[in-house]
Every structure is written in structure tokens, then in C-alpha cells.
């Protein structure tokens, strides 16, 4: 890699850990506003569902690295699901076929009648696949620059999805006239250049020969095919294993202080109460079916490159930079190389 391309990953790295800190700052009062009307739509289309977090932040455009978004997401469980209700405000992509991440998968699309922009086109996505269910997803652009999503963790119908769509109230945010027109031309997003060919970080090197958790294209088949993490297993130690660690911190199974980076037997335990409750082979073996089922559960942010586990207790967020993954400045390898992962 040249010095010009390592100081621009480095500034893209920076970006993201800034961004992704801003996450941790308390959300409830950040983001009243969206939250609000996300609390009434939902108590209104689909009620028994309880608020649980909020998000209000800034995040750079995919479309110019000068400019910023805004994100906001409101989250609600009950009734076996979560709900989380996003918005993007500004440069951001519309939520057009062409528009979408490379690999997504389009169920349906349908009309939403929407107050103030009229009846707007919407697509219907699923992460579900041969290892099992996943994230059930609905797209709109209320407008160029104004672009929702609602993503649901559990059984939901589409009219379900339509109606708590409607719910929501009239969108009055304004996108100035040159951010309108950039997202008017805005060429649909590809792959990056760095995973087209072999090398370091390209797409021969994925999987467990480079001893790095990577992807690209759609998110939802990046952690199918790492290395099997297990209590003795040869990856046992190490960022990968934290990884695993901060998903089940995720599901609730894990506490916070018990993150360490090593798969031992209380993260064993964790694993094998998740494995029930998702009807996988209760093993405590992090395989491929519970692989295959967890990166399910990952959505992928306007932004190109924030990653959100949709947790059933709380969302973990990682960055994927050139198709390698991150937790807050962290390279996410199998060992310690690029960092330590938080917590650990």
C-alpha cells in the first residue's frame, strides 16, 4: 500500500471512530424530536412495543467527503421483535435499486401515502437466508436529502411495515438545493476498488487466510465464513473472539465487564443460551449456522460503512473500512494485530 493510500484509510479510520463516538454520548436527550414522533407512530400503527434507545448524530456523506448527515434512530421492543425507526437527513442515498448496497435483496416494493410528499415508492428487503431469519427492512425518500428506514428484528407483515410508515408524521426538514442536486446525480454505490482484486484486504483474501474479519457487497455474509470460535478453539483469544463477545453483549447474554477477548467458558455459556433461544444446536461452538445467523442480524447505516448489530438487549456498531472491520479505532483480527477491541 502507497503512503497516499495508508494516509487516506488512516483519515477514513479517524472519521469513523469519530463518528462512532459520538454514539456514546447519552442519546435520550440528543434526540427528543425524532424519538418522539418514532414513540407516537409506533404506539399508534403497532402498539406493545416499548421505547429503549435513541440516537441523534452527524455522519460524513458517501456521496462528499466534505459533507455531513444527520442520523437519528429511535428503537422499540416487544411482542417477540425490535423495531428501529432511521432517518437521514442530507447527502444521503436514495432509497432507490440502484441506490442500494451491492448484494441487498429486494422482497417487494410497494406505495406508501405519506403527509406533505404525496404517495412515495418503497422497497421491501430481508436479510434472511439458508441459515435462518433475519432483518425485515422498509426504504423510503420522503424526498431527495430525506431518506427513512425501518428495520425489524422478528415476525412483521408488510402491512405492518406500510402502516407504521404512514404513522409518521409530515417530514418538514429542508435539503438545500446543492445537496438536492448532488443526491439527484449520484452515481450507485460499487464495491470498493481494494476488494476487486487479490492482496491485502481484497476479495481472495477473505475468509480465515488472512486472519481478519472483513467483507464486502451486502453485510450479511461477512461473518459466515471466519474462523470457528470455541473454548480451546485456535482463535479462542484474541479481537475476533471480542467480537463474538460484544454480540452476545448485544443479545443481553454477556455483561459489559465480562468482555475480555477470550472465549472461555462463561462466553461459552453466553453463546449456548443464545443458540437456544435462536433454535441453533445449543454447542457453546461458534460454527457456521450460528455465524451464518448472526450476520443476519446486521445492517448496514447510510453512511456506507457503519454496521449495526440489532441486538435483542442493545445494538453494537462497528466501521467497515475498506473491508475490514473496526470497533472504534480497532482492527478486528483474529489475534491483536491493529488493537485492542474495547472492553478487552
Given amino acids: 500500500m502507497t503512503l497516499r493510500r495508508t494516509a487516506v484509510l488512516s483519515s477514513a479510520i479517524a472519521t469513523a471512530v469519530a463518528a462512532l463516538s459520538a454514539t456514546a454520548q447519552p442519546a435520550q436527550a440528543r434526540a427528543a424530536d425524532f424519538a418522539s414522533t418514532a414513540r407516537t407512530a409506533v404506539a399508534e400503527a403497532l402498539p406493545g412495543h416499548t421505547p429503549r434507545e435513541n440516537l441523534k448524530t452527524m455522519r460524513p456523506s458517501p456521496l462528499k467527503k466534505s459533507l455531513e448527515f444527520r442520523w437519528e434512530t429511535a428503537t422499540f421492543t416487544g411482542r417477540g421483535r425490535v423495531i428501529v425507526l432511521a432517518r437521514g437527513v442530507g447527502a444521503v ?3 432507490t435499486r440502484a441506490q442500494l448496497t451491492p448484494g441487498a435483496r429486494v422482497i417487494a416494493t410497494t406505495g406508501l401515502r405519506r ?3 404525496g404517495t412515495r415508492r418503497a422497497l421491501v428487503t430481508s436479510t434472511a437466508d439458508v441459515w435462518g431469519p433475519g432483518l425485515t427492512e422498509l426504504s423510503w425518500s420522503e424526498r431527495r ?3 427513512y428506514r425501518i428495520s425489524v428484528r422478528g415476525p412483521v407483515t408488510q402491512p405492518e411495515l406500510v402502516r407504521l410508515a404512514q404513522a409518521l408524521p409530515r417530514d418538514r426538514n429542508t435539503v438545500s438545493k446543492a445537496v438536492r442536486a448532488l443526491v439527484a ?3 450507485p454505490p460499487v464495491r470498493p476498488a481494494d476488494l476487486d482484486r487479490p492482496g491485502p484486504g481484497g476479495a481472495s483474501a477473505q475468509g480465515t487466510g488472512n486472519k481478519i474479519v472483513d467483507g464486502s457487497g451486502g453485510q450479511n455474509d461477512d461473518l459466515t465464513d471466519e474462523a470457528t470460535l470455541c473454548n480451546g478453539c485456535s482463535y479462542w483469544n484474541g479481537n475476533w ?6 454480540l452476545m453483549y448485544a443479545e443481553g447474554k454477556l455483561y459489559y465487564s465480562e468482555i ?3 472465549f472461555g467458558s462463561r462466553t461459552a455459556s453466553a453463546t449456548v443460551s443464545w443458540q437456544r433461544a435462536e433454535g441453533l444446536a445449543a454447542d457453546g461452538i461458534v460454527g457456521p449456522d450460528s455465524r451464518g445467523r448472526a ?3 446486521l445492517t448496514m447505516s447510510l453512511d456506507g460503512y457503519t454496521v449495526t448489530y440489532v441486538g435483542a438487549a442493545r445494538h453494537a456498531e462497528f466501521a467497515r473500512i475498506a473491508g475490514h472491520y473496526y470497533k472504534q479505532g480497532a482492527k478486528i483480527t483474529y489475534g491483536y494485530g491493529g488493537g485492542i477491541v474495547p472492553g478487552c
Fill in 145 to 147: 436529502g430525506v431518506t
Fill in 260 to 262: 475480555d477477548c477470550q
Fill in 115 to 117: 403527509p406533505g410528499a
Fill in 93 to 95: 442515498r436514495e432509497a
Fill in 185 to 187: 446525480k449520484a452515481a
Fill in 241 to 246: 473472539a471480542g467480537m463474538w463477545q460484544h
Fill in 295 to 297: 450476520d443476519n442480524y
